[in-house]
């Protein structure tokens, strides 16, 4: 049973428009969501992540937004560019134990 | 400073051969993950050394497979009688400790291929 569901499985945007990747999980013990960014022959490097006391977090471009009651978290790229270019992992886990990961969603912003 | 780095970078094996892949974490690292990540899909956990304790190996998809963590430091995860499906990137990553597991640092993976 796959603990975390990402979509869309791959995404294009235009250069200097919003990306957005939804995650639904159904545990909810999970109390750490984070999301990685890999590029091709490289491993996953974290990105953002958020605890579930709040409901958004914003670093740069990136800003995760979270809803406990609906279990989903999504992922906002703003002002996305060519060099976003990768693939996004969303994760969850339950006291810093094992983590389970979305099967990542390919995006392609286009110059 | 220096990553986690892995070796080999690529593998190919023909089915029933035993592979061993080699993760060298951050130093000073005590904890130790093993993933494989299957094309299109995301990352499946193996296996998680933290320190002197025993590791959690609840993610080994069969018996075939086992790792061993060395001084705490480099770890080699066994493949045994490899099979076409073990077929896959296979990643490790290292944490400060537990407590900071969260951040952790993927090395670039070993891509093993079984023919």
Known sequence: ???VKQSPQSLIVQKGGISIINCAYENTAFDYFPWYQQFPGKGPALLIAIRPDVSEKKEGRFTISFNKSAKQFSLHIMDSQPGDSATYFCAASNSFNK???GSGTKLNVKP | GAGVSQSPSNKVTEKGKDVELRCDPISGHTALYWY????????EFLIYFQGN???DKSGLPSD???????????????IQRTQQEDSAVYLCASAR???EVHEQYFGPGTRLTVT
């Open chain 2, 36 to 43: 494989r990540q299957s094309l299109g899909q995301g990352l």
């Open chain 1, 1 to 3: 049973q796959q603990q």
């Open chain 2, 64 to 78: 075939r497979f086992s790792a061993e963590r060395t001084g705490g430091s480099v770890s080699t995860l066994t």
């Open chain 2, 53 to 55: 304790s025993a590791p």
């Open chain 1, 99 to 101: 983590f389970y990961f």
């Open chain 2, 97 to 99: 400790d537990k407590r």
